[in-house]
């Protein structure tokens, strides 16, 4: 039987960047992904996650393995939510400070990238190969290839980096004392676009993610280097007047785009056929712990998909393999079950924190930056960060611009919350805001953090 050193599933986003760690450590690589290699041909991922916002966690993972600079000319800055509201005015609200920007990437075009530098370095990396069962007594993988020829191969070690239905948590599954729980959410999404003006030039400002927030449902949009926008439609799946199950034809959906996305609406000439022929897709949230058995571990989306809602699960993801990397440069290669122990102790907690605050930034995008007073509660926090830049930190500031465990910012991020709450019942806070005593806010916060 066939046997490999390191067997890494899946060469989506994370196992790709994994795998270059590890080939950088002189280990013997080899990959199996179920897809074909789609490098040669023109990328085709219509109504399919297609681009993604690429933040410090990622970046710092990325520049570990030498690739940050490859990376970044195929990213579009998105410098702050521009907010669109139901008579197609918009206003901006920034991420952080100046400059300070989260980064549009073609899923695709980075999957590619990341492929292609797996293979210069020396992974192998065999596509239309599906793991179908893996015996974990044995570390044993049974692999299917086209002309399903099934092939037995055994491992040292398995990295499961096979996403949010991944094979190696299915086999983890049948252990005894496995925890597991996954949750779909009532909302599902489905892709559209805003495709170039007749100029050749984008359509909106290509520097912001736009919103229109409406309470139960919500539209965004990314820019793409080819001057389109991807548009992401988030609805209710049944219920209500504004759900999927209540767009049945072309009438529906115009009713409903002109009541309450017009702006966008005139911008999207292949709304219907877009709408009909595009998936829609559902959203879940999935836990589970413990993330190894023996020498196989969960990465990524199959230890911990989350809904995408803080644009976090690829930079939490990278952030996984950076840490994972550090911990192997620390104990070596020769020590995986303590290497695999470490890591998920350490990361469950932040994994678990991130899964929470993407739950919770899906009320804030759809509904609460419609809110004149949630720009006042930015500006607050903006000024208090600008003020005291190391007692106040805004909790988008702690998880996007900076590595503090996740975990952590959570925490201060809920104690600068109520104190936020406090501040904002003021009935002048309207007016008042800019000239409040903003010592005493930092002396709150020092407070509650010393209960
Ligand atoms: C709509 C949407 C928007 C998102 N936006 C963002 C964002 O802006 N920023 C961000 O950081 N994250 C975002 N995410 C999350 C991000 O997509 C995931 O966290 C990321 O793709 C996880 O990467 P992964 O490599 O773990 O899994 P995947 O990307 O799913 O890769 C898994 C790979 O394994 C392969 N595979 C699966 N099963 C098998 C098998 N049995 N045998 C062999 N191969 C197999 C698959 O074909 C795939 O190539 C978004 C997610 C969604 C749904
Ligand atoms: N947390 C979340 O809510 C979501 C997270 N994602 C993450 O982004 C990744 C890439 O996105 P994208 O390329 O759009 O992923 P896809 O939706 O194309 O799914 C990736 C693979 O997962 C399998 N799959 C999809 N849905 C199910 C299901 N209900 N039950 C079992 N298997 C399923 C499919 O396998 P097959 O080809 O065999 O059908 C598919 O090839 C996903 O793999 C996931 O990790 C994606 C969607 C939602
Ligand atoms: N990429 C996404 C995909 C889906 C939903 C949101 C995002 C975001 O990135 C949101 C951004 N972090 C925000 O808070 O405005």
Known sequence: MKKNEISILGSGLIGSLLSIYLRKRDLNVTVYEKRADNR????KEEGRSINMALSDRGWKALEKAGLKDKVLPLTIPMYGRKIHNEHGDTSFIPYGKEGQAIYSISRGRFNQLLINEAEKVGVKINFEHRIEDIDLRFNELTVSSPGNLLEK?????????????????NAMLKQVRFNYKQQYISHGYKELSIPPTESGDFAMDPNALHIWPRGSFMLIALPNPDKSFTCTLFLPFEGGRVSFENIRDEKDLKGIFKTYFDDAYQLMPQLADQYFTNPTSALIDIECYPWMLNKALLIGDAS???VPFYGQGMNCGFEDCYILDN???KLGTTAWELVFAKF???RKPDTDAISQLAMENFEEMKEQVADPKFIIRKKIEAKLHQLFPKDWIPLYTMVTFSDMPYSEAYALGKLQEKI????MADPLITENWDKMDYEDIIDQLDKAKAV
């Open 40 to 43: 040669n041909q023109e990328y």
């Open 153 to 169: 191969i055994s491992s040292e070690v398995i990295i499961g980096s096979d996403g949010a239905y991944s094979s190696l948590r």
């Open 304 to 306: 911990h998909a989350m």
């Open 327 to 329: 911990l192997i440069e």
């Open 344 to 346: 998920q102790k350490i």
């Open 420 to 423: 936020m709450d406090r501040v």
